[in-house]
């Protein structure tokens, strides 16, 4: 045989005559598409953290730019490596074409802009020490000179052990991005799991079933995996106003539903929607008052469907940005909601800010009398919170800081006796990030 060894295969030894097949204990499948600025960093960290003899399979998707060319140099002459090139088919048939060529025990998932880190290979060995089909580990967010927790994966895996299930620990129903995992290849192939194609979105329909049927799986709490925030260029989760975003969106959402309702998991299921009404909704709605008129008829379906049987206690229960979301869109106030979104949705990457400090200051007042009108904080409230948004930006940074610090100040949490703060409680995430798809509609 000439060339490079085949992966899982080794060459014979000086007193070996035939090829001796070796199990290849990891198979990393590389999603690529347009990434010519980031994918060299992706494979050098392949190369670097992934464990000694994984077979890896890059899949260069149509890329118009130079990506598949630098995926073919920097595989050249490395074991085990191979570049497979077609044509554009979306993320969820690169990685259904990759795991088609795997012939690793375990399989693991990457996107061509993101980057490995350290503790991956930890995946890998505490699946294989604990005999566990799935594996899963924290998560690092980079901008390329910054890097932070990513609080999604925080709050799915801060709290739990070395193992857990899904059905003890309802919080790792956050945990619904793909490639902080690794799976044993055999058991996705008994439950039928790959990857929905020609959709965004398609982690939300393959992750949550895995994390169910596996029953146990392994944690790793140091961060494995680099999720790029890119700063050239708007991702899928930066153009969330397009239309066919959101429909692809709500329909993973609605397999998922269908999925944990079908195993009869309805607390499961009842925890999936308050995860969707708590980061999902929240996150399209920022989206309003760049989107056209076709967009906020699709969002008002998705959002009454969302919460048909919302329970009064569950709708008091809201972190009060959203409980005001909900019961604007609920009395069909579109034009207060686009208000409101307006004034608490932050800095966007797709949202250029042009209003001047008294304007922002004028319609963060006019949202407060909204919640005062609807109930939500009392008239006393909604004028210190006045009074705030005037000062706040004629302040110094260092000063608006401390007096964002204030308003969030510990309060007493009646049902424990002790103290709880606004950062700490269930309803925060720190990080509102979702799944991610690809960039030809890359989602991430």
Known sequence: MGGAPEPGWHRPGRHSGTVVPVPTALSLVVAVYDVEAWVADCLLSVAEQAPEGTEVIVVDDGSTDLSGVICDEIARGRVNWRVIHQSNKGLGAVRNAGLDQATGDYVGFIDGDDMLLPAYGQLLAVARSRDLDVATGAVQRTDGRRSWVSGLH???????????????????????????????????????????????????PFTIPALYYAGEVACVHDPVYAWRTRQQGLSITQRRNEIRNLADRFTAIWQVDAFLEA??????????????????????????????????????????????????????????????????????????????????????????????????????????????????????????????????????????????????????????????????????????????????????
């Open 263 to 444: 195993q009869g998991q309805h607390e499961l299921r009842l925890a999936h929607d308050d995860k969707v009404l708590r980061l999902d909704l929240p996150l399209y709605t920022s989206a309003l008052p760049e989107a056209d008129a076709g967009y906020r008829t699709a969002y008002m379906t998705s959002f009454r469907r969302l919460v048909a049987d919302l329970p009064l206690e569950r709708r008091r229960a809201l972190p009060p940005t959203l409980r005001l979301y909900v019961e604007l869109a609920d009395a069909d106030r579109m034009d207060d909601l686009i208000a409101a979104a307006i004034v608490r949705r932050g800095q966007r990457a797709w949202a250029h800010e042009h209003r001047s400090l008294w304007e922002r200051a004028r319609q963060a007042t006019a949202v407060h009398r909204l919640e005062m009108d609807l109930g939500l904080i009392s008239p006393s409230n909604a004028v210190r919170r006045a009074f705030s948004n005037i000062v706040k930006p004629l302040l110094s940074p260092r000063f608006s800081r401390a007096l964002g610090a204030m308003r969030r100040r510990p309060v007493k949490d009646p049902g424990s006796g002790g103290v709880r703060s606004g950062a700490g409680s269930p309803t925060h995430i720190p990080d509102q990030s979702t799944e991610t798809t690809h960039p030809q509609g890359k989602d991430e």
């Open 154 to 204: 925080l709050r799915a895996l801060g709290s739990l052990g070395d193992v857990a299930t899904m059905t003890q620990s309802p919080l790792m129903i956050y945990d619904t991005t793909a490639w902080n995992k690794v799976y044993r290849r055999s058991f996705l192939e008994r439950h039928g799991l790959r990857f929905p194609e020609g959709v965004l979105y398609e982690d939300l």
